[in-house]
């Protein structure tokens, strides 16, 4: 049952019919892991500790850097040095007190990722690495909880849900396979801090529409932000992929 404050702080959401008191309801009784605290990551939090997702875990074993600055959003001068799980954490429980925050300033490595992950009601990927989105893929997978991946580089981006709580779902493997692919690393291309701005506001979209029952699996959103124009590509399960093959 939402309280009268819960109604009144979510009604503008609570307004669409595919969000509606179930949708809110639902939302508050999720647990969501962020793993990377970054450009994707920050947005991200932001939007679902708004929206009252009840409770967010962020994971990064970093700290705030002033060339963080330009684009992850969450973050003021005075955050410099700090951890960024910590200083993000500390942003969304000023925004929203009614929602659980959890703050892990260490590396999502596999082990920890197992341990973690059974109970969470979906995952976003925020990271800016391969091995990172391997790990995640694959625990994901394992645990049957939800990822939404998103990366950024340049002035490209991309996106995908996957819904491992279907035995059907394709993997992040199936796309990208499990070898260990060069990183085009954003310190080394550059990238503008509205561009994945949109792919992390969009991660928070589609975790908003899984979390109030929409099907959001199975296809990969392409940005050109040179251009603005996005390109989907249909999405199928690798029967020889590396991680969710047999
Ligand atoms: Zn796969």
């Not at 809110?24 to 920050?42: H, T, Y």
């Not at 976003?124 to 049957?144: E, K, M, V, Y």
């Not at 991660?203 to 040179?226: I, K, P, S, Y």
Request: proline share 5%.
């Amino acid at each position: 049952m939402l309280s009268d404050d819960a109604l009144l702080r979510y009604s503008r959401q609570i307004l669409l019919p595919s969000f509606d008191v179930e949708g809110q309801e639902n939302v508050a009784a999720s647990r969501v892991m962020i793993v990377g605290a970054g450009g994707l990551g920050c947005p991200a939090a932001l939007y679902l500790a708004g929206a009252g997702v009840g409770e967010i875990v962020l994971v990064d074993p970093d700290t705030v850097e002033a060339s963080n600055l330009h684009r992850q959003v969450a973050y003021r001068e005075s955050d410099i040095g700090q951890p960024k799980a910590q200083a993000l954490a500390a942003q969304l429980m000023a925004l929203n007190s009614g929602i659980r925050v959890a703050a892990w300033p260490r590396a999502a490595d596999a082990n920890w990722l197992a341990e973690h992950l059974p109970g969470m009601t979906l995952a976003l990927d925020c990271t800016d690495n391969f091995a990172s989105r391997d790990q995640i893929n694959r625990a994901c997978h394992r645990a049957g909880i939800p990822l939404i991946s998103a990366a950024a580089i340049r002035l490209e981006g991309q996106l995908a849900a996957f819904d491992f709580r279907r035995p059907d779902s394709p993997c992040y493997a199936c796309i990208y396979g499990d070898g260990a692919a060069p990183d085009t690393l954003c310190s080394e291309s550059g990238i503008l801090g509205p561009v994945v701005g949109t792919l992390g506001t969009l991660q928070a979209h589609l975790a908003l529409r899984l979390l109030t029952g929409a099907e959001v699996g199975g296809t990969l959103h392409l940005l050109d932000a040179t251009t603005l124009t996005w390109r989907t590509l249909s999405l199928k399960r690798d029967p020889a992929c590396p991680v969710c093959g047999h």
